[in-house]
């Protein structure tokens, strides 16, 4: 059984015969095979188990709202023992709080609520957990995520867990989740919470609109980047791009003026300045080399070099490029926009938020947003 795209429209299905289709209790969307197997949708809603390597995992009344819950599990079966990935594929997710009828893309999402705690980053209401069996691999999740996906390891464990615990039982929510079960060929490599790869088809649908689809250029975010967001505390990972074939190297950019946001609360608690007097020189490397080193929430982006576009000025100016990330502007130096290029590989970037200490700007950590495109060799 493969996941297959074609006859089934925007849905995902396993193509499989009629019979099997129906005593599974799927749901057959359109022919695949040549016209010998039908495309077979899968779903699954709160206390139920997946038993099939490629799932939806929706709310009890989608494609409604749901109303009145206080929690929900479901739990993920291994069908076969060497699977050891899961990778779940946000296309609409929103816990807590929408404020009016569903609306299905993410260009909507400035009329929804359903943040963390906005001053720490903490998820306190509604929280979304994937738990390994009984061990303590886990991982958190809550706020606006629609169009983001994550790879999590399941090693030898037989059964995975998905639990929300949903604080309001008066607010509607709203999700959408694909569940995969990932075959050795199509794993992340490890240590990787999110791959992308120019060659993911099956989910070009709902990436495109999510402006997430992968390729030789893309975009990546932390997660809950929104207008209204804030990144979350203690997030722990690594965002990875596969190196496509012919290409050496990349570059990252930020989306626009405001998509890089992570502060610290002064400079004395690490704080990076976004606006040094013309001239400073070495005092203004040690600065900020001393401001990044005493960060607790930062991005660390190998590179090679990092250029500048100062203002009036049209050419590209190298500056000093630094692993470490923090403060209201990628480039240390605070002039925007900037441009990071980096041959390092793989293409990694590392994301480190810590639990929050105290309290925080909104407005200062909203978190990241990259555009990156891949540089063929030789350029």
């Known amino acids: 059984m493969t996941a297959v795209e074609e006859g089934c429209f925007l849905i995902l299905g396993i193509c499989m015969n009629t019979y099997e289709c129906r005593i599974q209790e799927g749901k057959s969307y359109g022919f695949c095979a040549l016209g010998f197997g039908v495309c077979c949708v899968f779903t699954a ?8 390597n490629l799932t939806y995992f929706v709310n009890p009344d989608f494609p409604d709202l749901t109303k009145g819950m206080s929690s929900c599990t479901l739990n993920v079966k291994k069908i076969e023992p060497e699977i050891s990935q899961i990778r779940l594929d946000f296309v609409h997710f929103n816990l807590v709080g929408l404020r ?35 061990s303590s691999e886990e991982f958190t999740l809550c706020g606006l995520n629609s169009g983001q996906h994550v790879y999590f390891d399941v090693n030898s464990l037989d059964e995975i867990k998905i639990e929300m615990t949903l604080d309001k039982k008066a607010v509607s929510r709203f999700w959408e989740i694909i569940i995969t079960q990932m075959a050795f060929t199509e794993q992340a490599p490890p240590g990787c919470l999110q791959y992308f790869t120019g060659q993911e088809e099956k989910f070009k ?19 809950n980047f929104a207008d209204n967001g804030r990144h979350l505390a203690n997030q722990d990972y690594n965002i990875c791009i596969r190196q496509e074939e012919g290409m050496c190297s990349i570059a990252y950019e930020p989306c626009h003026e405001n998509a890089f946001r992570i502060a610290p609360n002064s400079l004395d608690s690490g704080a990076v300045p976004t606006n040094m007097d013309e001239g400073s020189g070495d005092e203004e ?3 900020i080399s001393r401001a990044l080193k005493m960060c607790n929430d930062k991005i660390v982006l190998p590179c090679d070099s990092e250029e500048l576009i100062l203002p ?20 240390p130096s605070g002039n925007s926009p900037c441009r990071i290029e980096s ?4 293409f990694n970037i590392g994301v480190h938020f810590a639990e929050s200490a105290a309290e925080a700007s909104p407005e200062e950590n909203l978190g990241m947003c990259l555009n990156y495109e891949q540089i063929p060799c030789g350029d």
């Open 343 to 346: 041959s390092v590989t793989p």
């Open 312 to 331: 009036g000025l049209m050419n590209m100016m190298p500056g000093s490029c630094s692993l470490e990330h923090c403060g209201l502007s990628l480039c």
């Open 285 to 287: 490397v040690e600065t």
């Open 100 to 134: 009016r009828k569903l609306l299905f893309y993410s260009n909507f999402l400035g009329g929804f609520k359903g943040q963390p705690n906005r001053q720490t980053g903490v998820c306190e209401e509604d929280v979304f957990q994937i738990i390994a069996g009984n």
């Open 45 to 52: 809603t709160c206390d139920q188990e997946v038993i099939n």
């Open 205 to 223: 649908i709902y990436r495109r609109k999510n402006h997430n689809f992968s390729g030789p250029d893309g975009t990546i975010q932390t997660m």
